[in-house]
T-cell receptor, first 115, second 112 residues
Framework: DGGITQSPKYLFRKEGQNVTLSCEQNLNHDAMYWYRQDPGQGLRLIYY???????QKGDIAEGYSVSREKKESFPLTVTSAQKNPTAFYLCASRDMTSGGGREQFFGPGTRLTVL | KQEVTQIPAALSVPEGENLVLNCSFT??????LQWFRQDPGKGLTSLLLIQSSQREQTSGRLNASLDKSSGRSTLYIAASQPGDSATYLCAARTGGGNKLTFGTGTQLKVEL
């Protein structure tokens, strides 16, 4: 079964803690993305990566960090510096090769709640 | 800076009705425009992708159109069903192809 998996589905964090959200894809896509979704707002880009060992900040990168050590994996760490981390986090990937259609596909999401 | 707007924010229709969802964008220099469906608490499902050189795309009961010059796209749903109830999001790709800017979505409810 090809696709994007995110874990955990629900995550609870105490204030001051760092947490890491997992994103794995077996679509052989080069590009991977992290978005944040809040009620009444569109998705906002946190970080993206187009190649292993390289990534760029999106519109709201402050308080977040990522790594891209493997093509299949793009974990997101929400640090204690993120002031309002409670949100729904979505991971996505995209084929960057020529003729790849360039659709962006999404995982099922992780809902993070700060207690 | 690209801005994407979707109107209306919510829509309720009786089953069987044909309907149109609207999406407008401010920067016409887009690579493509993608329509998604999102069920409550779930991720996004890609419905249709229209390249900048195309005018429309069709998949089953769905038809999406693109008018770059006017900065508009529409998603037409034929013969709506209760299973079509979801939030529909459009997103325009710009910024050298790296950035997808999302609208806030239209929440559709199809009633029996």
């Amino acid at each position: 079964d090809g696709g994007i998996t995110q874990s955990p589905k629900y995550l609870f964090r105490k204030e001051g803690q760092n947490v890491t959200l997992s994103c794995e894809q077996n679509l052989n896509h080069d590009a991977m993305y992290w978005y944040r979704q809040d009620p009444g707002q569109g998705l906002r880009l946190i970080y993206y990566s187009q190649i292993v060992n390289d990534f760029q900040k999106g519109d709201i990168a402050e308080g977040y960090s990522v790594s891209r050590e493997k093509k299949e994996s793009f974990p997101l760490t929400v640090t204690s510096a993120q002031k309002n981390p409670t949100a729904f986090y979505l991971c996505a990937s995209r084929d960057m090769t020529s003729g790849g259609g360039r659709e962006q596909f999404f995982g099922p999401g992780t809902r993070l709640t700060v207690l | 800076k690209q801005e994407v707007t979707q109107i209306p924010a919510a829509l309720s229709v009786p089953e069987g009705e044909n309907l149109v969802l609207n999406c407008s964008f401010t920067d016409s220099a887009i690579y493509n425009l993608q329509w998604f469906r999102q069920d409550p608490g779930k991720g996004l499902t890609s419905l249709l992708l229209i390249q900048s050189s195309q005018r429309e795309q069709t998949s089953g009961r769905l038809n999406a159109s693109l008018d770059k010059s006017s900065g508009r796209s529409t998603l037409y749903i034929a013969a709506s069903q209760p299973g079509d109830s979801a939030t529909y999001l459009c997103a325009a790709r710009t910024g050298g192809g790296n950035k997808l800017t999302f609208g806030t979505g239209t929440q559709l409810k199809v009633e029996l």
